[in-house]
């Protein structure tokens, strides 16, 4: 099924050279009605399909209809970089000119590769009747992060005044990953979270004794820290600190677009809280929570800071906030350690989960180490005598 759907997915090129090139179709009006249409005939074309033997899951449709959308992002970015060309110069105009910025060109390569990919692996594991709970958290993550980003910051950026009919679509975009996200956090867990010896043994171990818990626990800081600094510099804090590291460092965080902005925000005021959660998880035993939400989380850094740095260094975006070339390696490398974080963080509760795991508390068990537990018991004997 993954392989019928990616070649039908480049149907829609048919669509968007016909659209380009009948001038009746690119009237606004006209562009959101042909858009809404087409996402409406896509979706009963699989539900007709699928009726002799229907998928288990509902978010197959979700996929299989957003991975058509995916060849039409793709297409949009491979033609504002010259790569192709007959497609959607009209969308340039009449449906959504905010795509051609950098972040926009950046967002939809994502969308047209990486989200594709992930759409044909989630069919292909609910065609063969299998868990995709890691992939679908990733990619409600990413396109949560990517549609709140995006929505916010066409309309609080300088294309706020040029919305088009076409921009409504956007929100079955922002709503389908948040119905996804849901409906896989409330899905019962592939495996139990419930730890035996081995993970009694791991959450008995200090910090100390945890070097590479250690160690993310000091990137989480750092990470934490360049949320704040960066947060306080799109909001305008007067502090001198601020001011050196936007007009030296990171000019691109006020470019007119808006997208650097609202990103930076976003990070303030919902990934700030969550490092600080993940910092906790990883010195508290029994956090079973931190096994979804790693994933969940690293999709939406590793998606924001892929449009965040490629549209930094985007031909599209004027020179004046490009990363000064004295300070480009330093910055660079500050952002990809940055994006690297929450994936080492998943990676690391995900390649051994004993420490985030609950332990059975059999009858008679303290919790305690059996030398302790001993002890325990010797104490308790010499009080009664």
């Known amino acids: 099924m993954e392989t019928f759907v990616f070649l039908f997915s480049f149907s829609a090129l048919g669509i968007l050279y016909a659209m380009n090139t009948i001038p009746e179709f690119q009237e606004p009006y006209v562009v959101l009605g042909i858009g809404a249409a087409v996402l409406v005939i896509v979706f009963l074309f699989y539900f007709l399909i699928t009726r002799v033997n229907p998928p288990k899951d509902a978010l197959f449709f979700v996929f299989a209809e957003f991975s058509f959308t995916c060849v039409i992002d793709l297409t949009s970015a491979l033609e504002h970089d010259g790569i192709l060309s007959g497609f959607m110069r009209f969308y340039q105009q009449t449906g959504e ?31 063969d009747r299998k868990a995709y709970r890691n992939v679908g958290l990733l990619w ?75 160690i993310l626990v000091l990137l989480l800081l750092v990470a934490m820290a360049f949320t704040i600094l960066r947060g306080l510099v799109v909001l305008d804090c007067p502090l001198e600190a601020c001011s050196v590291y936007l007009t030296d460092y990171e000019p691109y965080l006020k470019d007119p677009v808006g997208f650097p902005k609202v990103m930076m925000l976003h990070s303030f005021f919902y990934g700030l809280p969550l490092l600080g959660a993940f910092t906790y998880g990883l010195l508290k035993p029994g956090c079973t929570w931190m096994i979804d939400w790693t994933v969940f989380f690293a999709g939406a850094m590793t998606q924001c800071q892929w449009a965040h740095i490629g549209g930094s260094l985007h031909p599209r975006t004027t020179a004046p906030f490009h990363i000064p070339n004295d300070v480009f390696w330093c910055v660079l490398t500050a952002n990809l350690l940055y994006t690297a974080t929450p994936i080492l963080v998943a990676l690391r509760v995900h390649s051994n989960p004993n420490f985030f795991l609950k332990i059975n508390q059999f009858p008679g068990q303290t919790g305690l180490p059996n030398s302790e537990e001993k002890d325990t018991k010797y104490k308790d004997k010499f009080k009664k005598m």
Request: charge should be positive; include cysteine.
């Open 140 to 214: 409600a993550g990413s396109l949560c992060a990517n549609m709140s980003v995006f929505l916010v910051g066409i309309v609080t950026g300088k294309y706020g005044l040029e919305i088009r009919p076409v921009f409504w679509l956007n929100f079955l975009f922002l709503l389908m990953p948040v119905y996804g996200a849901v409906t896989l956090f409330t899905r019962p867990k592939d495996k139990p979270l419930i730890g035996g010896y081995n993970a009694q043994h791991a959450q008995s171990m200090k910090l100390i004794w945890r070097p590479l818990d250690l």
């Open 97 to 127: 000119p905010y795509l051609g910025t950098a972040y926009g060109i950046m967002m939809c390569y994502w969308d047209g590769i990486v989200h594709f990919i992930m759409y044909l692996v989630m069919i292909s594991r609910i065609t």
